[in-house]
Structures are given as structure tokens and as C-alpha cells.
């Protein structure tokens, strides 16, 4: 290790790459005072401590936020053993340990070894400027623990970031006592703060320094200036300004006294120090001071009407607060008597106080309720205290002001309702003994009756509701039914008769339920469900009289079953041609009650004629059944004669009814299929004149259509519609042949061919050449044409 000595403004800066000290100027602020035994380069310790300590840089550490700065510490066993030694922070820096790499080292040094740490602190870009403490601790309790742990106590000034960077010879001072974050000073009641301000001049020149603090007002603050006492020539002495020689120190006084109105809580003002020799020069630093909270508030409550008989009380609550920070307030009152008798409001309910402010407050009370108010005496008293709740919990008075309403009794003229009301009690009491105890019974009453429906069809059966009051006072009960059906019959069945003289009879027990007073029934069924006009009678019979006290009846009409309906009936077209097939689509409303199905045609002549019948079974093979439609489409139907028709669909429900019937507005052409010959060949063509070779097949083919029709081959005869006939190209052959076709209609229609048999001329022989020489031809008879 290299040992070097420094003189004045100089260092050493241990280079870790090449193992050499190096010497590098340093700002004299880092040396306030003659260098001390805690702070000074060489640990100034007796000879008899085993351990030896340099720090590097000995006093106070400047940094900018966002920098990097490095702490050395060089440790030394001068002792005859080996020891571990401890290096570490003490825990109080907290700020310090944050900023740190790390904050504890150990060292494993022998006898006469030394080495080096290197803390690091990474100061935070919005770190806050100020001074910070922390204490260095050189601890060895294993080795020697009577020697250690040593403790050295340093600083760590974070400089504001518009602070000039200071150079060998700029001014630099330094504040006392220092702050910062974590530690500022706190102001005492009526009491101002003193801080010293020193600054050091170490430049050549007689330099004057004057102090600013431009982020308080002027009466927060009082700046003074000492008499430097210092004799020479060319330096004067003031109280506007700091003057000093080369390379001197000098004390500003600053007394911090915030005013009367100063709000509690933490400052940070920045104190800057011009120089006259570099104006541009900006010497920057701030204090953190604290004004701690003071509690005072005065509370008084003002009468405004404190005796009422029919209003409010009014009062007025007043506030002063005489603290160093707004109140917020919640205002409410509190009872101070047993019993809270009346209700309260304050105008308004939260109140905000400034320091040094006043404001005011309106309560009503409002006594309650009214039959609480006296009817004799002074009248009552009602106790109250003004209750506060603070929205930050600060304290509150002790002692909060207490008010008095006074409710005056009632007047004279007043009992007398009260009187009135109890004789009212009274005849009320007399009244329900009566009612209770003497009073006749009350005769049973009908209250309801009548169907369980309004709409009835045949096949439903009639159900009677009804519900009597008092029906412990019936004897019996009579129903009666007269009735006509729609075929003009009458019906008449006997009475049902129903015996209470025990309760409730065991057959209206399923259908009646008693409650209290009252006896409903519900679904009484009553048998009938032919289709007519009913009229069903209920009698009432008491128990203390033999006749019926009450009667009630009710018409009740069963409707037949609905007929079933033609909702729609189509065709697919208005034009057939005869043997085409109809397609026919229709909709039956109330298929349930349909039994067959016709279709009809009417010509223009009046005959009719049914042309389809189906029944329902049919239909639920081919046709969409719901409960309500019976939906059929496309149904097949063949065409009838060739004429004008108009068809009708015709529905029928029950024998002996008329059917309902859908007739089609527009009338159906039925159009005759036309005659025609498709076709007629002679081995296939069509040409009229043909000529064959002799013995040559021939094929006649031929095909008619129409209706009706008969078709004539001449000379062949009468064919079939559609036929072939073959024959053979000879002398027997005829020479025309005729195809003709009549329909039922009498239209006709003929095609022909015209044919030839050319005839070989053969070679004549020497004997044979005499001109009257016939050659005899065997006769062939012609086959027999197809169909005959």
C-alpha cells in the first residue's frame, strides 16, 4: 500500500487498474475546518488501536442528482493476530442503505495487512437535495472487542441540479445546521430558526457575497450580515453584503420566522448565494424546515329563541379557528338528558374554517313529539351540547358549548280534546260488548254464484262455483235445474238438497272448504252436457225459519259442437286438356267434427256431378291434421268430359246437416284432347309416292291420337290407334294405301301413300320372241295387316 501525504487542496485516488495512487485537486469546501479526527484524510487514532482507517474523501461527499459516487476506505491490522473485520452503515441512514450497492462488507486481514473497499451510492435522478447523516462503523467483536466498534459520522450533500458546476477557485458554502428529507428542522412556538451560513472565498480576490431566498416572502425571513472585522486595505465592512479576503471564511446569519397565518406542515425554500465577482455564478441549496400543527378552536354557541310552545328553537354556533391549518367540521348536537325529544338540523352540516378565520353555523331544534309536551307546570326542559367530528381526527375542544330548549306546556282549552277522547274509549267498549256478546246472528248471505265458464260446447259438462257467508246459520241448502235443449225438448231433473244441520254434508265436502265466516265451493259438477239453455236455482234455507231466505239463479247455455268449414279450395290451374290430372288444395276448419269430403262439378247446362268422395280416414294419410285445420295440397283428381265447370268442395259434419260448401269463383275449361296422326310410315318415311323393288319388305307403321277415336286402314281395314303391318312389294300390292282416324266428335283426318312396283325387263330367248308370248305370274296372297 502506498502512503501519501496531502497538502492543501489535494488527494489521492486509489486506480484499481494499475495499482497507483493518484494525486487530483479538490474543492476546499470539502475542508470547512482544519481537518478533524472523525473527517480527516488519516485516521488520528492512539497508536495503541490495533486497527487503522483512511476514508477517502474525508469530508463532506458532493453529488448531483442521477450521479455516481464512490466511498474508499482503506483498513489496516497493525495487531500481531488476524481478525475479520466488519464495515457497514449504521441501520439510522435508511435513505443511504437504498441508495447503496451494498451496504456491509467484511475483511479477513493478518498481522500488518491492509485493503481497500469501495462503496457505491447511485443517486436517483428526482433525489431530493439536501444533506444527508450516516455514520461509518468499523466493528471487529471477535478480535477485538474492546478496540471497536469505531464509529466515524459523515455526509452526503445531494446538490440541486441548477447548481453550477464549482470549480478550484469558485466560492462555496455550507449550511448549519444541515437538513434534509428525512431530518428537517422544526420550528417552535413563537421561536425562529437560526441557520448559519458559511462561506468560503477561495479565490485571490476580495470577493462580496449577498443571500437570497427567493421562494419565501419577506416576512418569513431576516438576513444578516457580521462586520468581518478584517483590516486591510481595500476591504470594507457592511450589513448589506458579505465581504472577504482570498481564501477566508465568513458566517451569514438567516433567521427563518414564518408569520401568523403560516399553514402547518414541511417547506423546502431555496437559499442561493450570489457572488460580485461572478454574477453568473448560481450557488444553490435548500432548507427543510417543518411547522408543526397547533389545535386551537374556539366554539360558542349563540341564543337566537330558546322558549317555544309550537316552533323551533333557533341558535347560532360560531367558529374560530385559531390553528396554523384548515378545519374541516362536521356539526351535530348530542342529548344531555335521558330521553332525546326532539329533532335537529344545522344549516349547513360540514363547515370549513381557514386559519385565523371565522364562520357561523344555523341549528334548529325542533321538540317531539307532540304528545310528550307538558300539560301542567313551567314547561320541559331540553338539554343539548354541540357534538364535532373533524374530517382528519385533529383534536377538538375539551369543553363544547351547551344549550337549553325550554317547551312550554299546553294551554287550558287544550285537555279538552283529550277528554272528548276518552269518552269516545268509552262508547267504543260499551259498542263492542254489544257486538261481541249481544247482537243477533247475522243471516247467511250468497255472495257468489255462478259457472266455471263462460263459454260451455257440447261434450263439456257444467260446473257451479259459489260462496256464502255466515254459513253456520244455513239449515240446508236446494239446487234446481230447468233446462230446454236445442231440439226444443225440455228437461227437468230434481232438486239436489243438501242437509247442514250437522255441518257440512260428506258430498260437498271434495268441492266446499270453510274459512271463518265464509264456504266456497268450486266445481260442482252438475251432469249436464247436451247442447241447450239451463237454468240453475241455489236456495238458501236458515236455521231459524223453514222457508228459503235466500235465492239466486243463473242461465248457463251448452253450444253444439262447431260444424266443420271449408276455409279454402283451390285447383292449380283454370285449364285442363281431357286426361290431364287436376291437382286440387283446400283448408277444413274443426276437422274433428268432418266426416266425408265430396268434390262436385257443375256444367253450364245445371248438371252436376260428383266427381270425388273422401272420407276422413283418406285424408289423414295425405293432409296436415292439427287441432284446428286440416290442411290438404295437391291433391289428384282426373279431368272429366271436355266443358265449362265450376267445382265445389263440399264438407260434412253430422248425418241429417247440410254440408258446408266452398265453391271456386272462376269457372274450369275443360278442353277436348285434338285429334292427330302422329305419325304414318312407309319403312319410315313419309314421302306420298314410293317406289319399291320387286319382293322388297314393306313396314307400314302408324299412331293416332284423340279421344274416342277409330282408325280405318283402307284396304286393310279397321286398326288399333297405334299398330305396324308388314307386307311384301309385289303385283298384289295396292297402289294406294289410305290411313283414316275419326274421334268421338266426328273430326277426321287421313294420310295416304301412293305406291309402285317397278317391274325388270328380262332377256328375251330365240324362242321365246314372238310378241304374243305372256309369262304366267304365281298369285301371292297378301299378308294379313296387324290387329285384324
Same mark, same amino acid.
Given at each position: 500500500?502506498?502512503?501519501?501525504?496531502?497538502?492543501?487542496?489535494?488527494?489521492?485516488?486509489?486506480?484499481?487498474?494499475?495499482?497507483?495512487?493518484?494525486?487530483?485537486?479538490?474543492?476546499?469546501?470539502?475542508?470547512?475546518?482544519?481537518?478533524?479526527?472523525?473527517?480527516?484524510?488519516?485516521?488520528?487514532?492512539?497508536?495503541?488501536?490495533?486497527?487503522?482507517?483512511?476514508?477517502?474523501?474525508?469530508?463532506?461527499?458532493?453529488?448531483?442528482?442521477?450521479?455516481?459516487?464512490?466511498?474508499?476506505?482503506?483498513?489496516?491490522?497493525?495487531?500481531?493476530?488476524?481478525?475479520?473485520?466488519?464495515?457497514?452503515?449504521?441501520?439510522?441512514?435508511?435513505?443511504?442503505?437504498?441508495?447503496?450497492?451494498?451496504?456491509? @462488507?467484511?475483511?479477513?486481514?493478518?498481522?500488518?495487512?491492509?485493503?481497500?473497499?469501495?462503496?457505491?451510492?447511485?443517486?436517483?435522478?428526482?433525489?431530493?437535495?439536501?444533506?444527508?447523516?450516516?455514520?461509518?462503523?468499523?466493528?471487529?467483536?471477535?478480535?477485538?472487542?474492546?478496540?471497536?466498534?469505531?464509529?466515524?459520522?459523515?455526509?452526503?450533500?445531494?446538490?440541486?441540479?441548477?447548481?453550477?458546476?464549482?470549480?478550484?477557485?469558485?466560492?462555496?458554502?455550507?449550511?448549519?445546521?444541515?437538513?434534509?428529507?428525512?431530518?428537517?428542522?422544526?420550528?417552535?412556538?413563537?421561536?425562529?430558526?437560526?441557520?448559519?451560513?458559511?462561506?468560503?472565498?477561495?479565490?485571490?480576490?476580495? +470577493?462580496?457575497?449577498?443571500?437570497?431566498?427567493?421562494?419565501?416572502?419577506?416576512?418569513?425571513?431576516?438576513?444578516?450580515?457580521?462586520?468581518?472585522?478584517?483590516?486591510?486595505?481595500? =476591504?470594507?465592512?457592511?450589513?448589506?453584503?458579505?465581504?472577504?479576503?482570498?481564501?477566508?471564511?465568513?458566517?451569514?446569519?438567516?433567521?427563518?420566522?414564518?408569520?401568523?397565518?403560516?399553514?402547518?406542515?414541511?417547506?423546502?425554500?431555496?437559499?442561493?448565494?450570489?457572488?460580485?465577482?461572478?454574477?453568473?455564478?448560481?450557488?444553490?441549496?435548500?432548507?427543510?424546515?417543518?411547522?408543526?400543527?397547533?389545535?386551537?378552536?374556539?366554539?360558542?354557541?349563540?341564543?337566537?329563541?330558546?322558549?317555544?310552545?309550537?316552533?323551533?328553537?333557533?341558535?347560532?354556533?360560531? %367558529?374560530?379557528?385559531?390553528?396554523?391549518?384548515?378545519?374541516?367540521?362536521?356539526?351535530?348536537?348530542?342529548?344531555?338528558?335521558? @330521553?332525546?325529544?326532539?329533532?335537529?338540523?344545522?344549516?349547513?352540516?360540514?363547515?370549513?374554517?381557514?386559519?385565523?378565520?371565522?364562520?357561523?353555523?344555523?341549528?334548529?331544534?325542533?321538540?317531539?313529539?307532540?304528545?310528550?309536551?307538558?300539560?301542567?307546570?313551567?314547561?320541559?326542559?331540553?338539554?343539548?351540547?354541540?357534538?364535532?367530528?373533524?374530517?382528519?381526527?385533529?383534536?377538538?375542544?375539551?369543553?363544547?358549548?351547551?344549550?337549553?330548549?325550554?317547551?312550554?306546556?299546553?294551554?287550558?282549552?287544550?285537555?279538552?280534546?283529550?277528554?272528548?277522547?276518552?269518552?269516545?274509549?268509552?262508547?267504543?267498549? =260499551?259498542?263492542?260488548?254489544?257486538?261481541?256478546?249481544?247482537?243477533?246472528?247475522?243471516?247467511?248471505?250468497?255472495?257468489?254464484?255462478?259457472?266455471?265458464?263462460?263459454?260451455?260446447? @257440447?261434450?263439456?259438462?257444467?260446473?257451479?262455483?259459489?260462496?256464502?257467508?255466515?254459513?253456520?246459520?244455513?239449515?240446508?241448502?236446494?239446487? +234446481?235445474?230447468?233446462?230446454?235443449?236445442?231440439?226444443?225438448?225440455?228437461?227437468?231433473?230434481?232438486?239436489?238438497?243438501?242437509?247442514?244441520?250437522?255441518?257440512?254434508?260428506?258430498?260437498?265436502?271434495?268441492?266446499?272448504?270453510?274459512?271463518?265466516?265464509?264456504?266456497?265451493?268450486?266445481?260442482?259438477?252438475?251432469?249436464?252436457?247436451?247442447?241447450?239453455?239451463?237454468?240453475?236455482?241455489?236456495?238458501?234455507?236458515?236455521?231459524?225459519?223453514?222457508?228459503?231466505?235466500?235465492?239466486?239463479?243463473?242461465?248457463?247455455?251448452?253450444?253444439?259442437?262447431?260444424?266443420?268449414?271449408?276455409?279454402?279450395?283451390?285447383?292449380?290451374?283454370?285449364?285442363?286438356?281431357?286426361?290431364?290430372?287436376?291437382?286440387?288444395?283446400?283448408?277444413?276448419?274443426?276437422?274433428?267434427?268432418?266426416?266425408?269430403?265430396?268434390?262436385?262439378?257443375?256444367? +253450364?247446362?245445371?248438371?252436376?256431378?260428383?266427381?270425388?268422395?273422401?272420407?276422413?280416414?283418406?285424408?289423414?294419410?295425405?293432409?296436415?291434421?292439427?287441432?284446428?285445420?286440416?290442411?290438404?295440397?295437391?291433391?289428384?283428381?282426373?279431368?272429366?268430359?271436355?266443358?265449362?265447370?265450376?267445382?265445389?268442395?263440399?264438407? %260434412?259434419?253430422?248425418?241429417?246437416?247440410?254440408?258446408?260448401?266452398?265453391?271456386?269463383?272462376?269457372?274450369?275449361?275443360?278442353?277436348?284432347?285434338?285429334?292427330?296422326?302422329?305419325?304414318?310410315?312407309?319403312?319410315?318415311?313419309?314421302?306420298?309416292?314410293?317406289?319399291?323393288?320387286?319382293?322388297?319388305?314393306?313396314?307400314?307403321?302408324?299412331?293416332?291420337?284423340?279421344?274416342?277415336?277409330?282408325?280405318?286402314?283402307?284396304?286393310?281395314?279397321?286398326?288399333?290407334?297405334?299398330?305396324?303391318?308388314?307386307?311384301?312389294?309385289?303385283?298384289?300390292?295396292?297402289?294406294?294405301?289410305?290411313?283414316?282416324?275419326?274421334?268421338?266428335?266426328?273430326?277426321?283426318?287421313?294420310?295416304?301413300?301412293?305406291?309402285?312396283?317397278?317391274?325388270?325387263?328380262?332377256? =328375251?330367248?330365240?324362242?321365246?320372241?314372238?310378241?304374243?308370248?305372256?309369262?304366267?305370274?304365281?298369285?301371292?296372297?297378301?299378308?294379313?295387316?296387324?290387329?285384324?
Amino acid at each position: 500500500m502506498v502512503t501519501m501525504i496531502f497538502k492543501y487542496n489535494s488527494t489521492v485516488c486509489h486506480n484499481k487498474r494499475n495499482k497507483q495512487s493518484l494525486f487530483f485537486p479538490l474543492p476546499s469546501f470539502l475542508f470547512p475546518t482544519p481537518p478533524a479526527s472523525p473527517y480527516s484524510l488519516f485516521n488520528m487514532q492512539n497508536k495503541s488501536n490495533p486497527l487503522s482507517v483512511i476514508i477517502d474523501p474525508p469530508g463532506v461527499q458532493p453529488a448531483m442528482p442521477g450521479d455516481t459516487v464512490e466511498l474508499y476506505v482503506v483498513v489496516t491490522n497493525q495487531s500481531k493476530q488476524g481478525a475479520v473485520i466488519d464495515v457497514f452503515f449504521d441501520e439510522a441512514s435508511e435513505t443511504l442503505h437504498q441508495w447503496s450497492n451494498s451496504s456491509r @462488507e467484511s475483511l479477513a486481514l493478518g498481522p500488518q495487512q491492509s485493503s481497500e473497499l469501495t462503496f457505491q451510492f447511485n443517486i436517483p435522478v428526482d433525489a431530493l437535495a439536501g444533506t444527508y447523516d450516516y455514520t461509518l462503523v468499523i466493528d471487529a467483536p471477535e478480535h477485538f472487542p474492546e478496540d471497536t466498534p469505531i464509529q466515524y459520522p459523515r455526509q452526503l450533500k445531494v446538490m440541486l441540479k441548477e447548481h453550477t458546476v464549482v470549480r478550484v477557485n469558485d466560492p462555496t458554502f455550507s449550511l448549519k445546521p444541515a437538513t434534509n428529507p428525512s431530518n428537517p428542522a422544526i420550528f417552535k412556538p413563537k421561536e425562529s430558526l437560526q441557520i448559519e451560513v458559511m462561506v468560503d472565498n477561495r479565490s485571490n480576490r476580495v +470577493d462580496r457575497f449577498r443571500l437570497v431566498c427567493p421562494d419565501l416572502e419577506d416576512d418569513w425571513f431576516t438576513i444578516r450580515y457580521p462586520n468581518t472585522g478584517v483590516e486591510g486595505p481595500g =476591504v470594507l465592512t457592511g450589513t448589506s453584503g458579505l465581504e472577504l479576503n482570498p481564501n477566508t471564511r465568513g458566517r451569514i446569519l438567516l433567521e427563518l420566522k414564518p408569520p401568523a397565518d403560516a399553514f402547518a406542515g414541511s417547506y423546502s425554500p431555496t437559499v442561493r448565494l450570489y457572488s460580485a465577482n461572478s454574477p453568473d455564478l448560481v450557488l444553490l441549496d435548500l432548507v427543510y424546515i417543518q411547522i408543526p400543527p397547533i389545535y386551537l378552536l374556539d366554539v360558542e354557541l349563540h341564543i337566537l329563541r330558546e322558549k317555544v310552545s309550537n316552533t323551533f328553537g333557533l341558535y347560532e354556533i360560531k %367558529f374560530t379557528n385559531r390553528s396554523n391549518m384548515p378545519r374541516d367540521l362536521k356539526l351535530s348536537i348530542k342529548s344531555r338528558d335521558e @330521553e332525546q325529544l326532539y329533532k335537529y338540523e344545522c344549516d349547513p352540516r360540514r363547515v370549513r374554517v381557514l386559519p385565523n378565520k371565522s364562520t357561523k353555523a344555523n341549528l334548529i331544534v325542533k321538540p317531539g313529539p307532540w304528545w310528550r309536551r307538558p300539560l301542567f307546570g313551567s314547561g320541559l326542559s331540553l338539554n343539548f351540547e354541540v357534538a364535532l367530528q373533524d374530517k382528519y381526527e385533529y383534536p377538538l375542544p375539551e369543553k363544547l358549548p351547551e344549550g337549553t330548549l325550554l317547551w312550554k306546556s299546553r294551554p287550558w282549552w287544550q285537555i279538552v280534546p283529550f277528554i272528548l277522547t276518552l269518552l269516545g274509549c268509552v262508547v267504543g267498549i =260499551v259498542f263492542l260488548i254489544w257486538l261481541v256478546f249481544l247482537k243477533p246472528p247475522a243471516p247467511p248471505q250468497l255472495v257468489a254464484f255462478s259457472p266455471d265458464s263462460i263459454n260451455y260446447i @257440447e261434450g263439456d259438462e257444467i260446473r257451479l262455483d259459489w260462496q256464502i257467508r255466515n254459513f253456520q246459520q244455513i239449515s240446508k241448502l236446494e239446487i +234446481d235445474n230447468q233446462g230446454q235443449t236445442n231440439n226444443q225438448s225440455q228437461i227437468s231433473s230434481p232438486p239436489q238438497i243438501f242437509d247442514f244441520s250437522k255441518g257440512i254434508p260428506d258430498k260437498l265436502n271434495k268441492v266446499c272448504q270453510a274459512q271463518v265466516k265464509f264456504l266456497t265451493c268450486s266445481n260442482y259438477n252438475t251432469g249436464v252436457t247436451q247442447p241447450g239453455n239451463y237454468t240453475f236455482t241455489l236456495k238458501l234455507y236458515t236455521k231459524r225459519q223453514n222457508k228459503a231466505s235466500y235465492t239466486q239463479s243463473i242461465t248457463v247455455k251448452i253450444n253444439e259442437k262447431p260444424a266443420a268449414q271449408v276455409a279454402s279450395f283451390q285447383l292449380n290451374q283454370n285449364q285442363y286438356t281431357s286426361g290431364d290430372t287436376m291437382l286440387l288444395s283446400w283448408t277444413i276448419q274443426n276437422p274433428a267434427q268432418l266426416t266425408q269430403l265430396k268434390v262436385t262439378g257443375k256444367t +253450364d247446362s245445371g248438371t252436376e256431378n260428383v266427381l270425388a268422395t273422401y272420407t276422413s280416414a283418406q285424408l289423414k294419410k295425405s293432409c296436415q291434421l292439427t287441432t284446428q285445420l286440416l290442411t290438404c295440397k295437391n291433391i289428384s283428381l282426373s279431368t272429366p268430359d271436355p266443358g265449362k265447370y265450376t267445382f265445389t268442395l263440399q264438407a %260434412f259434419s253430422q248425418p241429417g246437416k247440410p254440408p258446408n260448401s266452398f265453391p271456386i269463383d272462376s269457372t274450369i275449361n275443360i278442353v277436348a284432347k285434338p285429334l292427330e296422326i302422329i305419325s304414318f310410315t312407309l319403312n319410315g318415311s313419309q314421302e306420298p309416292n314410293i317406289v319399291l323393288q320387286p319382293n322388297e319388305p314393306v313396314v307400314l307403321k302408324w299412331k293416332v291420337e284423340g279421344e274416342g277415336i277409330s282408325v280405318q286402314l283402307t284396304p286393310f281395314g279397321t286398326v288399333d290407334p297405334s299398330g305396324s303391318l308388314n307386307l311384301v312389294a309385289n303385283e298384289a300390292l295396292p297402289t294406294t294405301i289410305q290411313l283414316t282416324a275419326t274421334d268421338k266428335f266426328g273430326h277426321s283426318d287421313s294420310k295416304g301413300f301412293s305406291v309402285k312396283v317397278s317391274t325388270p325387263t328380262p332377256p =328375251v330367248p330365240n324362242s321365246l320372241s314372238s310378241p304374243n308370248f305372256v309369262p304366267s305370274v304365281p298369285f301371292m296372297p297378301s299378308p294379313r295387316p296387324n290387329g285384324f
